[in-house]
């Protein structure tokens, strides 16, 4: 019977024969025996096994084992007498399947700085931090799933590869065939890589009501920051009948849904974050899912900051697109809790948000949260023929190439919105973690694209 670490510990049972497969982590020998702490990868702790020193490969192998190489135990799980744990692993057998060289192998037992394991992105999954890393974002991506799925949303999956460029900032990597001429693209349009799977989305939330996509998505932006990426994920729903107000209460939900998910299902990894990377997390989190999201303006939020005695990198005043510096601000100093910024002023925002009747702004949302500023941005889509073609001329975007856009509103429109997560800034804030680049396996940015 194979038996996963994190199962066995969970039921505490004893007197059972269990197959361990994983990795050890460290060896100490005694008179008698040798201790082996052993993971598998599928929680933070690891098993204690004890090897007799009768056994018959003790002298050839056990006693030569270190961190890094791979085991198969059998044996017998026994309450532990020592401290800090209840189970330990009697051995029967152990068969050493893959071998580790103490001398080159670089994860040793010591902390390692995040820094020094992005050199090393093929090993870092191995240690604590980052490995706990992984399991939050696994379960933060069912619990998305399990939201929307649970609402009667649709997923869709759409395109990687696209002719539209949703935000229309030109910020997109070029997809070209080997051989490709630019008389004749391969697909008959100059391509690139997805920045958003929104305009896609919208397609389907005229046909079904209710999707969401969750996907990879990809920015040509040159920022080496610890916020950006080259390639990232994003969640995004898009509603039929829904309007401004309805996009945000289903976003707000969405996120308390998923965080109190991972405080019921991740207790353990959130305790390593709490304690090593952010202290507090856990009541940050908490506090996130007990109380409603602050809701201003962009108005109230321009004339908040700029009535400060406070010096930002970048001035505040009516018109400029919020920075990083001032949401951070408005959630970590003036709230102290999640911000839903709206109404924005339309000359900073793209062609398909809705204008709203001053004609100066649009019916958009973002949701701000501390540490990281913006997490979510949304709007209330134009329905309006006639306003969403004045939309794009304004703002550069040739109607003709999205005909197939506009046709959405000529063949039965309505009132809809959606919003994009970005899954990332998410899996950060949800750690801790203070780079964008230690929450995804192999990070993209300009110059680094490991494995």
């Not at 969750?214 to 040509?220: D, E, N």
């Amino acid at each position: 019977m194979n038996k996963r670490i994190g199962t066995l510990l969970k039921q505490k049972e004893t007197g059972i024969q269990v197959v361990i497969k994983g990795w050890v982590r460290t060896r100490r020998d005694t008179g008698s025996f040798s201790f082996l702490e052993i993971n598998d990868g599928s929680c933070l702790a690891n098993l204690q096994i004890i090897a007799d020193k009768n056994l018959p490969n003790y002298k050839d192998e056990i006693s030569k084992l270190s961190a890094g190489c791979s085991v198969i135990v059998k044996g017998c799980l026994q309450e532990s007498p020592a401290k800090g744990q209840q189970l330990e692993l009697q051995v029967d057998l152990l068969e050493v399947v893959g071998w580790a060289d103490p001398e080159t192998y670089p994860l040793q037992k010591k902390r390692h700085s995040l820094e020094f394991l992005r050199s090393i992105s093929h090993l870092r999954p191995r240690t604590n931090a980052l490995g706990a890393v992984t399991r939050v974002r696994s379960r933060l991506s069912y619990a998305v799933h399990s939201f929307f799925q649970e609402r009667d949303f649709s997923q869709i999956h759409t395109p990687i590869i696209t002719t539209s460029d949703c935000e229309g900032a030109g910020e997109m990597f070029q997809v070209r065939a080997s051989g490709e001429k630019d008389d004749k693209p391969f697909f008959g349009l100059q391509a690139g890589l997805t920045v958003s799977g929104q305009l896609q989305a919208e397609v389907y939330a005229a046909a079904l009501g209710r999707v969401y996509t969750f996907g990879p998505t990809f920015r040509a932006e040159n920022s080496n920051t610890s916020r950006h990426l080259a390639e990232f994920w994003m969640v995004e729903p898009e509603m039929a009948f829904c309007d401004l107000s309805c996009n945000m209460a289903v976003a707000e939900e969405l996120l308390k849904f998923v965080l109190r998910d991972i405080l019921s299902n991740c207790a353990e990894d959130l305790a390593l974050f709490d304690k090593f990377i952010e202290k507090d997390l856990l009541n940050k989190l908490q506090n996130v899912v007990e109380n409603d999201f602050v809701h201003i303006t962009y108005d109230q939020a321009v004339e908040q900051l700029s009535g400060l005695n406070e010096r930002f990198d970048f001035p505040v005043e009516w018109g400029i697109d919020l920075q990083s510096e001032h949401e951070r601000y408005l959630t970590e100093k003036l709230y102290q809790h999640p911000v839903i910024v709206t109404d924005y002023p339309a000359a900073i925002k793209p062609f398909y948000m809705r204008l709203s009747d001053d004609g100066k702004t649009v019916a958009a949302m973002d949701i701000l949260v501390p540490g990281i500023g913006e997490i979510v941005g949304g709007s209330q889509r134009e329905e309006r023929l006639d306003k969403l073609v004045s939309r794009m001329e304004e703002t550069g975007v040739d109607p003709h190439e999205y005909n197939w856009y506009l046709d959405l509103r000529r063949y039965g429109t309505m009132p809809h919105a959606g919003f994009g997560l970005g899954f990332e800034r998410l899996v950060q804030f949800a750690t801790g973690m203070k780079n964008i680049r230690d929450v995804i396996p192999f990070p993209r940015t300009p110059g680094l694209a490991p494995c």
